[in-house]
């Protein structure tokens, strides 16, 4: 068993120890002595202390940051994570850090592997997952054989996750944890890593909570220290995601029906893109118990609504399924499963498909999480991420719900 990290306190008005925070206990060995790391610069606080951090621990570090997308307004200030002034944020911490700063173009890969596949998922009546996506293909793909290519030992990024590498002597796996700060914890959207990128890769604030982030930065002078989160899917900004896929394929903008799983009609909806399962404001009907989004029918450009115990899923097929010890289970095992973003963990038992097939059945032993086809299913043991896949088809109380992979 893995055991928790400690509790560190996190209140802004508590003198936050920097020599601690330094602690290699904290944010790792100073083992970076005649080795490079390259850090993905975002332009925001958690990539600046990044680079800052692999500093301290020895590293040659060089600083590169992602042309992903370019916004539609002027300024580029509608996608804070993408636009010009991001890029100027993450050359101008370099400087103040003292490292040499590179830009590149990954627009053509983002657009393929993250953006299209964000349309195409809502056009189809799925939920996707751009941030796990950019993850899987433009970070730990591209830019990290970007890294690789210029020789570079190591990546390192900005997610508050740890990583504990494993011993090739002993054939001791590298294991992938949750953060530390439960509040940032960003092991949900690293679940497709492998064994030889977990052993490439550094996250140096798995240990540290936020607020620790921003004592570090205030304290080295930073100039994004208090630099605001982005909250929003980086490229579509302040606008709806209903919108940006809409502009895209408009014909997801279709008025249909609302029914209940038994086929009446309860009203209308204006677009199936402007819901998601599980969904409960915003439906425009009523009823004598709040109804929720259970299903999504393309095919019929229909809105299945009903009760939570209807909506709750009992068991889900999974594809895309990756198992972060690189190791396919043989036999069915425990584990618990999180199907939202930072969502509640349940209990569940995984049958694995046959090796090579990359499919698993989980069964909800406890209270059904609320799922769709299209959003990632996470498997953990404590606090280790043993592995995940993207949600295939969804069965619930009421019938089976499916619809077409679209990978």
Not at 305 to 324: H, I, K, S
């Amino acid at each position: 068993m893995i055991a928790s990290a400690p509790t560190i306190p996190t209140t802004e008005s508590l003198e936050i120890d920097i020599a601690a925070l330094l602690a290699p206990v904290r944010i790792g060995p100073r083992d970076g002595a005649g080795k490079t790391c390259v850090v993905a610069m975002s332009g925001g606080v958690d990539s600046a202390v990044t680079a800052l951090v692999m500093r301290e621990r020895g590293y040659r570090v060089i600083g590169i940051n992602l042309r992903l997308f370019s916004p539609d307004d002027p300024d580029h200030r509608a996608n804070p994570c993408c636009g010009i002034p991001a890029m100027d944020d993450a050359r101008l911490t370099c400087a103040r850090i003292g490292i040499p700063f590179y830009a590149i173009n990954m627009e053509g890969e983002f657009r393929e592997a993250v953006v299209q596949r964000f349309v195409d998922e809502y056009a189809a009546g799925r939920t996707p997952n751009p941030c796990l996506e950019c993850n899987r293909h433009v970070k730990f793909r591209h830019l990290l054989e970007r890294a690789r290519m210029i020789g570079a030992d190591c990546l390192a990024t900005g997610h508050y996750a740890r990583v504990v590498h494993g011993d090739a002597a002993t054939g001791a796996p590298h294991r992938l944890l949750r953060a530390v700060d439960s509040r940032k914890d960003q092991s949900y959207v690293l679940y497709t890593m492998t064994q030889e990128q977990l052993g490439y890769i550094h996250f140096p604030l798995g240990g540290l909570h936020k607020t620790e982030t921003r004592a570090l930065a205030r304290h080295f002078d930073l100039p994004v220290a208090d630099k605001a989160e982005s909250q929003e899917i980086c490229f579509v900004g302040n606008r709806s995601y209903a919108d940006f896929v809409a502009a895209r394929r408009p014909d997801v903008t279709r008025p249909g029906d609302v029914v209940d799983s038994g086929g009446q009609t309860l009203g209308a909806h204006r677009g199936l893109v402007h819901h998601t399962v599980g969904q409960r404001r915003g439906l425009g009907i009523a009823g004598k118990e709040p109804l929720f989004v259970i299903r999504l029918e393309p095919d019929h450009n229909r809105l299945v609504v009903g009760p939570r115990a209807e909506a709750a899923a009992r068991e889900v097929a999974l594809d895309r399924v990756n198992f972060t010890s690189g190791i396919w289970p043989e036999t069915e095992f425990a584990a618990a499963a999180m199907v939202r973003y930072r969502g509640a963990l349940t209990p569940a038992f995984v049958a694995p498909g046959p090796t090579g097939s990359a499919t698993a059945q989980v069964r909800f032993t406890g209270e059904g999480s609320i799922a769709s086809p299209g959003q990632a299913l996470v498997l953990y043991r404590d606090d280790e991420v043993i592995g995940g896949g993207t949600i295939l088809r969804v069965e619930t109380p009421g019938r089976t719900s499916y619809h077409p992979n679209t990978a």
